[in-house]
């Protein structure tokens, strides 16, 4: 079965305390692994889309990294607008070409202090 | 601001009412997609359509009914809905071909049923 796990459920770092987030994924085909960030009651907003292992995406301070298993998000030198639940989730290859099926993991709440 | 807009941000019905979620995008994307999230939870697929074709229906209650008048516009009927249906209905759309790109989601529209 299809599945993506996110650690940790919830991350309290004060601003400037670099981390990572976690996404640990089973599919029997990767067509696509996405990062989205969610503010409450916002829809997601897309981060990055990683295609295959070893690739690695950037934007300001958050840097995305892809395995044949999981794929982490880092974030360096986190700013207090950073808070944020952060979402994984993978488009698996098999099934109907069209379908475009996200699989989303449960998230990773960021709180970032000042 | 988001390129799939969602009208209205914020609806409140009653158990016998009948109303309807709008959703329209204007980047040529050709798949859109219906998701419901609640509270502290990863969105969950509702529907998929893809070339204005239903391509999914995740066994989700007759009481919601969607509507692909064109490949631009997305519509969400609801009928006689239950409490536990209230959430955030969130609209996305996608290209579709050959690569995985990124959804691109829609604010939403809260949904109360009283």
């Known amino acids: 079965e299809d599945q993506v796990t996110q650690s940790p459920e919830a991350l309290r770092l004060q601003e400037g305390e670099s981390s990572s987030l976690n996404c640990s994924y089973t599919v029997s085909g990767l067509r696509g692994l996405f990062w989205y960030r969610q503010d409450p009651g916002k829809g997601p907003e897309f981060l990055f889309t990683l295609y295959s292992a070893g690739e690695e995406k950037e934007k300001e301070r958050l840097k995305a990294t892809l395995t044949k298993k999981e794929s982490f998000l880092h974030i360096t030198a986190p700013k207090p607008e950073d808070s944020a639940t952060y979402l994984c989730?993978?488009?698996?290859?098999?099934?109907?070409?069209?379908?475009?099926?996200?699989?989303f993991g449960q998230g990773t709440t960021l709180q970032v202090k000042p | 601001d988001t390129e799939v807009t969602q009208t209205p941000k914020h609806l409140v019905m009653g158990m016998t009412n009948k109303k309807s979620l709008k959703c329209e995008q204007h980047m040529g994307h050709r798949a859109m997609y219906w998701y419901k999230q609640k509270a502290k939870k990863p969105p969950e697929l509702m529907f998929v359509y893809s070339y204005e074709k239903l391509s999914i229906n995740e066994s989700v209650p007759s009481r919601f009914s969607p509507e692909c008048p064109n490949s631009s516009l997305l519509n969400l009927h609801l009928h006689a809905l239950q409490p536990e249906d209230s959430a955030l209905y969130l609209c996305?759309?996608?290209?579709?071909?050959?690569?995985?790109?990124?959804?691109?989601f829609g604010s939403g529209t809260r949904l109360t049923v009283v």
């Open positions: 989730a993978v488009q698996p290859s098999h099934g109907s070409g069209n379908t475009g099926k996200l699989i």
């Open positions: 996305a759309s996608s290209q579709e071909g050959g690569r995985t790109y990124g959804y691109t």
